[in-house]
Nanobody
Framework: QVQLVESGGGLVQPGGSLRLSCAASGSLIRINTMGWYRQTPGKQRELVAT???????NYADSVKGRFTVSRDNAKNTVYLQMNSLEREDTAVYFCNAAAVTPFGGTYTFWGQGTQVTVSS
């Protein structure tokens, strides 16, 4: 089993910044793509940003130029630096990882989610 533990959410004013972290642990051989998704009540979970093991990134159009995803492969950790936050960024943010396990195959794992609230 693989566990993803997120941290760094909270309340921030519009225009402010937050940095989310997500550390993976457990029975894994390596992690391929890691990423961040977000969800608001009544809406489907949507992609925010992903990053491959070699550092290739992909962003939702709504966060391009404001958010930066990065990772530390040695620590199995992915980060999301969020700048110029807007009220529309308010959501529960979920970490996601595609991990190769000792039991064979690649599986997708999710964190428990961390709340980000942008409000004055």
């Amino acid at each position: 089993q693989v566990q993803l533990v997120e941290s760094g959410g909270g309340l921030v004013q519009p225009g402010g910044s937050l940095r989310l972290s997500c550390a993976a642990s457990g029975s894994l051989i390596r992690i391929n793509t890691m990423g961040w998704y977000r969800q608001t009540p009544g809406k489907q979970r949507e992609l925010v940003a992903t990053i491959t093991s070699t550092g290739s990134t992909n962003y939702a159009d709504s966060v391009k130029g404001r958010f930066t995803v990065s990772r530390d492969n040695a620590k199995n950790t992915v980060y999301l630096q969020m700048n110029s936050l807007e009220r529309e960024d308010t959501a529960v943010y979920f970490c996601n990882a595609a991990a190769v396990t000792p039991f064979g195959g690649t599986y997708t794992f999710w964190g428990q989610g961390t709340q980000v609230t942008v409000s004055s």
